[in-house]
C-alpha cells in the first residue's frame, strides 16, 4: 500500500495567494483528517470526514480555511487568502474504521511570507 | 486549562534507563486513549492504545488511571531509536453527537549513549 499521498511536500506562496493542499487517503479508510502542526501549537485537528462528510470543523480557524472531499479518494485543504501566520506543516491522516488508529502522510511544509 | 496536557520535556536519559511521561486530561467522559510517536520532521505514528487493565509492548506499558484522568507511558531499558516526541490522543464524546479527538502537544525524549 501506497500509504496517504499528500501533495505538495513543500509550498512557499506571497501573503494574500490562495493555496490548495491536497490528499489521497489509504484506500478503503472511512474516516480522513487535517492538521496543522506548529512549535507553539502544536498538532491541531482542523477537521475531519467520515464517508466524505464533515464531521468535526471546529477546529478551523475562520472563513479563509475550507476543506473538501468529493470523493473517497481525494481530499483538498484551501487557504484563500493566505497569510504570515498559516506557516505550518500540514498533515492528513486516514483511518480505516475508527478514530484512533490514522495513518499520517509526510505532510506539506507551507511557508507564507 | 487545556483538554490534554503532557510536560514538554526534554526528558534526556542514558541508554538503559527507564523513562515514564504522563497526560493528563480534563474531560472525565473521555473514552478512549493512545500515544503516538513521532520523530523528528516526521509523521506521527501510533504507538500504542491505552486500556483501563493498562497494556504491554515490548518495553513499552501504557496505563490509564481515570480516577486522576491521565495517562502514562513507561519506556523500559531506552535504546537511542526510541528519540523521539510522543503524543497523546484523547477521544470523547462531543454534545454535537460525535466524537472529538485531541492531541497533546507531546513530550520530548533524547536518549544518548
Known amino acids: 500500500d501506497a500509504g496517504v499521498i499528500q501533495s505538495p511536500r513543500h509550498e512557499v506562496t506571497e501573503m494574500g495567494q490562495e493555496v490548495t493542499l491536497r490528499c489521497k487517503p489509504i484506500s478503503g479508510h472511512d474516516y480522513l483528517f487535517w492538521y496543522r502542526q506548529t512549535m507553539m501549537r502544536g498538532l491541531e485537528l482542523l477537521i475531519y470526514?467520515?464517508?466524505?462528510?464533515?464531521?468535526?470543523d471546529s477546529g478551523m480557524p475562520e472563513d479563509r480555511f475550507s476543506a473538501k472531499m468529493p470523493n473517497a479518494s481525494f481530499s483538498t485543504l484551501k487557504i484563500q487568502p493566505s497569510e504570515p501566520r498559516d506557516s505550518a506543516v500540514y498533515f492528513c491522516?486516514?483511518?480505516?474504521?475508527?478514530?484512533?488508529?490514522?495513518?499520517f502522510g509526510p505532510g506539506t511544509r507551507l511557508t507564507v511570507t | 486549562r487545556k483538554e490534554v496536557e503532557q510536560d514538554p520535556g526534554p526528558f534526556n536519559v542514558p541508554e538503559g534507563a527507564t523513562v515514564a511521561f504522563n497526560c493528563t486530561y480534563s474531560n472525565s467522559a473521555s473514552q478512549s486513549f493512545f500515544w503516538y510517536r513521532q520523530d523528528c520532521r516526521k509523521e506521527p505514528k501510533l504507538l500504542m492504545s491505552v486500556y483501563s487493565s493498562g497494556n504491554e509492548d515490548g518495553r513499552f506499558t501504557a496505563q490509564l488511571n481515570r480516577a486522576s484522568q491521565y495517562i502514562s507511558l513507561l519506556i523500559r531499558d531506552s535504546k537511542l531509536s526510541d528519540s523521539a516526541t510522543y503524543l497523546c490522543v484523547v477521544i470523547h464524546g462531543f454534545s454535537g453527537g460525535y466524537n472529538k479527538l485531541i492531541f497533546g502537544a507531546g513530550t520530548r525524549l533524547a536518549v544518548h549513549p
Open positions: 491522516a486516514s483511518s480505516p474504521l475508527r478514530l484512533d488508529e490514522q495513518y
Open positions: 470526514f467520515n464517508n466524505n462528510v464533515p464531521i468535526d
